[in-house]
Structures are given as structure tokens and as C-alpha cells.
């Protein structure tokens, strides 16, 4: 390669406007690897974290301790464990306030609204739950 057309060479040599344009692009450049890399670990950290608790989910067959420790913050805290938190919070709130009818503890408005709240920002994963309950209920009813 020619030494006069080597990048070092050519930057050198560029007007101030245009280093200062190919500076500003290398820093956002930078910015935006940076980004994604953070991204990447933060969604890897949250499906740990969402696997981790429906590995317990499925074996643990006590809610309520499981409920506690997530709600105590002894539990990572997922996505899929934040909508079963207030998803069982909702749960038990409508139980202790009509006990005995069954109806209103599996009723999809008091779920629908615990689903929401417990999702950071009404995620697909609330939407892609409450159609299986929905479904669930219909196939009861």
C-alpha cells in the first residue's frame, strides 16, 4: 500500500472541519458499541434471572414461600418474576377480601390489572399471559 494514502496519512491531512466530523463519529461509534454491549449483558442478566425462576417455579409447589422470597427481594429479580408477583399479590388480596368465591379470585380483571402493574411497561409477556389465561378461563366456563 502507498504510505501517502495509509488512514493516518489521509487524517492528518483532512481540513479541521473534517477531523472533527470523523472524531465525532468515532465517539458516537463508541457510544453506540457501548450501548449495545450493556444491552446485551442486561437482557442476558434478565434471562437468567427469568430462567433461574421457572426452573423454581415448576419444582417448588408452594406459591406462598415462593411468593415471599420474590417479594422479600431474596429472589433475582426477573420480569417473569415481577408479573408472578403481582399477579399472586392481586391473588391473595382478592381471597382474603372474598373468601370462598372462587369466580372473583380467577377473574380476569383483577389479573389483567395485577399483570399490568407487575410488567415494567405492559410487556408482551403480560399480553402473551393474559391470552393463555383468558383462554384458560373460556375453556372453564
Known amino acids: 500500500m502507498n504510505s501517502e494514502l495509509s488512514i493516518v496519512v489521509l ?7 473534517v477531523q472533527a466530523i470523523m472524531a465525532l463519529l468515532m465517539l458516537i461509534s463508541i457510544g453506540s458499541w ?19 425462576f421457572e426452573d423454581d417455579f415448576w419444582k417448588d409447589r408452594d406459591l406462598a414461600a415462593l411468593f415471599n422470597q ?16 403481582a399477579g399472586m399479590g392481586e391473588f391473595l388480596k382478592v381471597r382474603q377480601q372474598k373468601p370462598g368465591d372462587v369466580g372473583a379470585m380467577i377473574d380476569g380483571v383483577y389479573i389483567r390489572e395485577a399483570l399490568k402493574r407487575g410488567a415494567p411497561d405492559g410487556t408482551a409477556a403480560a399480553d402473551l399471559v393474559l391470552g393463555y389465561l383468558e383462554r384458560e378461563l373460556e375453556g372453564r366456563g
Open 11 to 17: 487524517i492528518q491531512h483532512a481540513s479541521p472541519l
Open 34 to 52: 457501548t450501548t449495545i454491549f450493556r444491552k446485551w449483558f442486561q437482557i442476558r442478566g434478565e434471562r437468567h434471572a427469568t430462567d433461574r
Open 70 to 85: 420474590v417479594r422479600d427481594g431474596r429472589y433475582p429479580q426477573g420480569s417473569l418474576a415481577r408479573i408472578f408477583e
